[in-house]
């Protein structure tokens, strides 16, 4: 899937995501990419999880990494908290570094991270990367269901595109596959909600939570994977 197929597009608040014509999906909500991002995985997410567990480091693992939205506002988060991060984005088809500089999300991050992050893209494709004190980054460009790790996350943010687009990766085998790589009082956070998932979850020993949605949604979900759960 080339980039040839991606376009840049604007959405209701401003911000910028891509068009993926292949697909036929945007990356983030034309109701806004930039609130999406914030109310869906900053603070259903990592803000969730921060104000709950006193850690002074989190780790996060990305299914769908994408144009890179939510770890940049992820990353600024945690710089400011002074909480270490090591994130993990899954994408099997990387943008650009070109594409990836045309988003403007610099407006949406500082400019210290911006730069360390356009500058050290290509590499973190390949290894992880420290960008700054409170943050390291690592993209795996492979696909979801190829993915292994040893690692296990405090945090998973469910980005791929809407199960009409994707119906894989909203079925039993990647889910089960995604949700093992979180630890027992982990949180997962997706911007869709379905009895299918709903279930799934619960099947699998999560604790589930209707939260309210982005613009444009009325509900998301939350769930958080019961201590029981090895």
Same mark, same amino acid.
Request: charged share 20%; with cysteine; hydrophobic share 40%.
């Given at each position: 899937m080339g980039n040839n197929n991606l376009?840049?597009?604007?959405?209701?608040?401003? @911000?910028?995501?891509?068009?993926?014509?292949?697909?036929?999906?945007?990356?983030? @909500?034309?109701n806004g990419a930039l609130q999406e991002s914030r109310h869906v995985f900053v603070n259903a997410g990592l803000n969730f999880f921060l104000d709950a567990n006193k850690t002074d480091e989190v780790s996060i693992l990305e299914?769908?990494?994408?144009?890179?939205?939510?770890?940049?506002?992820?990353?600024?988060?945690?710089?400011?908290?002074?909480?270490?991060?090591?994130y993990t984005g899954i994408e099997a088809y990387p943008i650009s570094a070109e594409m990836m500089a045309q988003t403007g999300y610099d407006e949406y991050s500082s400019p210290e991270?911006?730069?360390?992050?356009?500058? @050290?893209?290509?590499?973190?494709?390949?290894?992880?990367?420290?960008?700054?004190?409170?943050?390291?980054?690592?993209?795996?460009?492979?696909?979801?269901?190829?993915?292994?790790?040893?690692q296990r996350y405090d945090i998973i943010y469910f980005d791929a595109f809407a199960s009409a687009r994707q119906p894989e990766m909203w079925e039993q085998p990647a889910i089960s596959h995604?949700?093992?790589?979180?630890?027992?009082?982990?949180?997962f956070v997706t911007y869709a909600i379905t009895g299918n998932l709903k279930r799934m979850?619960?099947?699998l020993g999560f604790t589930i939570e209707k939260v309210p949605?982005?613009?444009?949604?009325?509900?998301?979900l939350r769930a958080t994977k019961n201590l029981t759960n090895n």
């Open positions: 376009e840049i597009v604007t959405t209701a608040d401003g @911000s910028k995501t891509i068009y993926n014509a292949q697909v036929g999906e945007h990356y983030h @909500s034309r299914v769908g990494f994408g144009t890179g939205l939510n770890f940049l506002l992820s990353a600024d988060e945690c710089a400011e908290r002074q909480t270490l991060l090591n991270l911006w730069a360390a992050y356009i500058a @050290s893209y290509p590499d973190a494709l390949k290894k992880q990367v420290k960008l700054d004190h409170y943050c390291n980054l690592q993209i795996a460009d492979i696909k979801l269901t190829d993915f292994k790790t040893e995604t949700v093992s790589f979180l630890k027992p009082g982990g949180v979850l619960k099947a949605g982005a613009a444009g949604k009325r509900e998301m």
